[in-house]
Each structure stands twice: as structure tokens, then as C-alpha cells.
């Protein structure tokens, strides 16, 4: 059996690189139909290798790097004016158990992950009760609304 050819093809444009000659000082890409016609080259001779084009790579990389900034200022902004356990406790002003998805939709300003990791927290401290309903479940409390005694916190 043959060793294939190893062309490499861009993952965002479809375009593959030429190989690249002695006199040329920038790297050629063109499309897959051209490149396997002019180099004579059968569909079962070759093997992609996934890349970037230089276009790609740098549109890619501008985009990282605007998405980074907004989301460093972003959170600058957004850490100091929101406290999750306030917004959260003053959910159960209002409700007296609730589970983990009903509590998420209740905070909208907060994301999943903040929820989850606030409930966290404020069960480790005693200021919420988590009670297991079964099958991944937990209903979610404050522990003098609950009928079960309070466990000491380790």
C-alpha cells in the first residue's frame, strides 16, 4: 500500500496550501478540485489534515481577542455591582423551597454556574438547606422553613 499524501485544507474556507516552492515567499492556498488536478492526484492518494489559512487564522484570532476584551471589561463591570447570595436569599423572601432550575430562571442577572455555585456556598454556611428528592433532584430552602433538624456544617 501507498503512503498517502498529506494535504493540509483549512478548516474554516476549505482551501488547501500549495506546497511551497523555493522562489515563492508567501504560502498559496486554492481549492481542493484545483490543487488534486493540477498535481495529478486520484481521490484514494491523499489525506486531509485540518489547519487554518492565514485569512482564517487571522480573522479567528481577531475575533479571540475582541471577545477577551469585552469579556475582561465585562466582568469588571458586572463583578462589583452584583452580589449573587443577596439576589439570591431574596428569591426565598418570596418563595419558601424551590429546586435549582425554578431558583435559576428566579435570578436572571446571574448565570447557571453562579447559582449553582452560590447555592454552594450558602448550603456549606447553613443559610440554605439542600433536601435530595431522588433521581438528582434537590429542593432548595432556607433552614427555618425546613421540618428536618439542621446538620452540623463540617
Not at 23 to 50: C, D
Request: proline share 5%; net charge negative.
Amino acid at each position: 500500500m501507498n503512503a498517502a499524501i498529506v494535504i493540509p485544507i483549512c478548516c474554516v474556507c476549505n482551501r488547501v496550501r500549495e506546497h511551497l516552492q523555493p522562489a515563492a515567499k508567501q504560502e498559496e492556498w486554492n481549492t481542493l478540485e484545483g490543487f488534486l488536478r493540477t498535481h495529478h492526484i486520484s481521490s484514494g492518494e491523499y489525506r486531509l489534515t485540518h489547519t487554518y489559512c492565514p485569512v482564517c487564522a487571522e480573522q479567528f484570532s481577531t475575533l479571540g481577542r475582541a471577545n477577551a476584551q469585552t469579556s475582561i471589561a465585562d466582568r469588571a463591570l458586572s463583578s462589583p455591582t452584583i452580589d449573587a447570595a443577596a439576589v439570591i436569599l431574596d428569591v426565598f423572601s418570596s418563595v419558601q423551597k424551590c429546586d435549582l432550575d425554578m431558583l435559576v430562571r428566579a435570578c436572571p442577572t446571574l448565570t447557571w454556574n453562579q447559582v449553582f455555585s452560590e447555592v454552594d456556598r450558602l448550603s456549606r454556611a447553613g443559610k440554605l438547606r439542600l433536601n435530595y428528592l431522588g433521581h438528582g433532584q434537590y429542593s432548595i430552602e432556607l433552614p427555618e422553613h425546613s421540618s428536618l433538624p439542621v446538620v452540623a456544617q463540617v
